[in-house]
């Protein structure tokens, strides 16, 4: 089992000072991003983790040393884009891969080892996180066909008013069979909102050829918070201390 961390943002709305560290190395409850979500996704080795690394990527590899896998994004052009920087290191890779993010600090371990446990016993090509809260307003929904089975994701920029009613989130952990994720990986287009490459559209496609797309929920309806803003790291501050209050209780 492999995973890749897409870590290469520059974080701008967290601050816009040149001095400011990359996105995932900006402090929650006093440690950088990109070492709590290590963390949670530290059931796969090291040797098995890669990091794709952009802005001020000399900081990344600087803290963290040669134990990861480091893939450098020159430009940033999506989550897919992303994970296509990844293409070469997976050429002969066909296994599980998890797809976490280094800005998404509030998942956590026992959640993300049960979806990938579920996505091999069920054999799928890809598994999707998903999750239930209502204050999400824009997050990317899941929309399924009249019998239930997984059709596609819709960013919630690119929401109709009734998609934006789904109450199904997208959550944004994803779990591939690389082989499958690879292949199709180049067939992503940028006819969307923002004009970047979406990880999200590769589910739709595979759905589309029939390929098997699993969902898996998440009971905790904070889980899926990221770190967009000053805002943001204010209640992922807050949701992470009661956590591990909760834990040392």
Not at 7 to 24: H, N, V, W, Y
Not at 49 to 58: H, L
Not at 178 to 194: A, D, G, H, W
Not at 224 to 236: E, K, Q, S
Request: net charge negative; aromatic share 8%; glycine share 6%.
């Amino acid at each position: 089992m492999r995973v890749i961390i897409p870590a290469a943002g520059k974080g701008t709305r967290l601050s816009k000072s040149p001095d400011a560290p990359p996105k995932a190395m900006f402090h929650l409850c006093g440690r950088p991003l990109l070492e709590i979500v290590l963390e949670q996704t530290n059931f796969i080795a090291p040797d098995d983790t890669y990091i794709v690394v952009g802005y001020k990527k000399e900081e990344i590899i600087g803290y963290f040393g040669d134990k990861y896998h480091y893939v450098e994004q020159r430009e940033q052009l999506g989550t897919g884009h992303a994970v296509m920087q990844c293409a070469d290191a997976f050429k002969d890779y066909d296994g599980t891969v998890l797809v976490a993010f280094g800005d998404m600090p509030l998942f956590r371990y026992e959640c993300m080892k049960a979806m990938c446990e579920f996505h091999e016993a069920k054999h799928a090509d890809c598994t999707l996180l998903t999750a239930v809260n209502p204050a999400f307003k824009m997050w990317a929904r899941i929309v399924r066909d009249e019998n239930g089975r997984f059709q596609r994701i819709v960013e919630g920029k690119d929401c109709t008013p009734e998609q934006a009613k789904i109450p199904e989130l997208e959550a944004g952990v994803l779990v591939f069979n690389s082989k499958s994720l690879f292949e199709l990986l180049p067939q992503l287009k940028t006819n969307n909102v923002q004009h970047e490459y979406y990880l999200t559209e590769i589910p739709e496609l595979m759905a589309r050829r029939g390929m098997t797309v699993e969902t898996f929920p998440t009971d905790n309806p904070d889980d899926p918070r990221g770190i967009n803003t000053p805002d943001d790291v204010a209640i992922c501050e807050e949701i992470l201390t009661k956590r591990m209050q909760s834990t040392k209780g």
